[in-house]
């Protein structure tokens, strides 16, 4: 009979070997929300995504804010419980719309309409002016009744 190193007798049969499993890290919520927004983010064209992409973004945002206030001292926090509609953006193309069109994506407030009723937008870039587009903004009288 054999001996290994170890001063176990070998018995001629190999067994494998099992490999240790990493530990799980201890991500903290916002690193775990942040993880799962660049996840969603890669594709938002299924509207479940994007509904989900932007419940994560609240979500993020609201926790930031309790990370702040907490270190700040302040301990009771109250945040309205009903979610909102995002505002709609419209960017058309030229005019730095590349510029406009990241510092809105990164706002989970914000998301971008389906071009399908021009009325019911917040915000429209363009590069030129187009009268189908102007004739459906909202005066300000409009917008205030």
Known sequence: MQYGPDGKPIDGVRRPVKKARP???????????SKEIQKLSKNLANPRDKERYL???????REFLIKILK?????????????????????????NSGIV???????????MGDYDDWE???FI?????????????????????
Do not use: M
Not at 55 to 61: F, G, P
């Open 23 to 33: 530990k799980q890290q201890n991500l903290s919520s916002l690193e775990y929300l």
């Open 55 to 61: 419940d994560l973004k609240e979500k993020y945002y």
């Open 71 to 95: 270190s700040n001292g302040v301990e009771k926090i109250q945040f309205p419980h009903s979610t909102f509609t995002p505002y709609k953006y419209y960017i058309g193309r030229g005019n």
């Open 101 to 111: 069109r990241t510092a809105l994506k990164s706002r989970f407030w914000w998301s």
């Open 120 to 122: 019911d937008y917040n």
């Open 125 to 145: 870039w363009t590069q030129w002016k187009s009268n189908k587009i102007l004739g459906c903004l909202k005066s300000w009288k409009e917008v205030q009744e």
